[in-house]
T-cell receptor
């Protein structure tokens, strides 16, 4: 058990809808990362937050947004959903914000767009 | 551009034999390299990392990796494979220049260890 909790485990919705994915990091970790895993794109970094502030940004679509709250949990909001957004979304956490930090991954939220 | 390549989609090994999962990288500056393992329906688990120092890095579950700067490689190795090592393995690089802890992953290698 990594200590990173993601909810829900599965989400099925329709095109055009909006969903929110939630992540609770390991106790003591200040950084939260979001990744998207799909068959065609592989594992793609979306965004990192450190102690409530955006730290690094990857290939995150404008329809997607994230935030980290004062209690350090994070939410990833996906709107105007398209079929291509179907993927496994992982949250990871680490103690610090730098590039030498091992990241600890949750078990993911599987998003299916019908 | 920073990138990671895992040239083999699948590696098949007999239990008890040594295993190698290959990774090459392309990055400017000093590479920070990682190996992660993913079991079915689970998140990735950290195995080991290379930041600096000794080129041979030891990690979890008996795995080790060898950093080779001249060949820009970071191959994952284990002297004696177990059936329970069967999983999807990812090599990753953390790029420099103020990109936080962002990881760029290879496409993954499916390791199958047969009894």
């Amino acid at each position: 058990d990594s200590g990173v909790t993601q909810t829900p485990k599965h989400l099925i919705t329709a095109t055009g809808q909006r969903v929110t994915l939630r992540c609770s990091p390991r106790s003591g970790d200040l950084s939260v990362y979001w990744y998207q895993q799909s068959l065609d794109q592989g594992l793609q970094f979306l965004i990192q937050y450190y102690n409530g502030e955006e730290r690094a940004k990857g290939n995150i679509l404008e329809r997607f947004s994230a935030q980290q709250f004062p209690d350090l949990h994070s939410e990833l909001n996906l709107s105007s959903l398209e079929l291509g957004d179907s993927a496994l979304y992982f949250c990871a956490s680490s103690v610090g914000q730098g590039r030498n930090q091992p990241q600890h991954f949750g078990d993911g939220t599987r998003l299916s767009i019908l | 551009a920073q990138s990671v390549a895992q040239p083999e989609d699948q590696v098949n090994v007999a239990e008890g034999n040594p295993l190698t999962v290959k990774c090459t990288y392309s990055v400017s500056g000093n590479p920070y390299l990682f190996w992660y393992v993913q079991y079915p329906n689970r998140g990735l688990q950290f195995l080991l990392k290379y930041i600096t120092g000794d080129n041979l890095v030891k990690g979890s579950y008996g795995f080790e990796a060898e950093f080779n700067k001249s060949q820009t490689s970071f191959h994952l190795k284990k002297p004696s494979a177990l059936v329970s090592d069967s999983a999807l393995y990812f090599c990753a690089v953390s790029p420099p220049y103020n990109q936080g802890g962002k990881l760029i992953f290879g496409q993954g290698t499916e390791l199958s260890v047969k009894p």
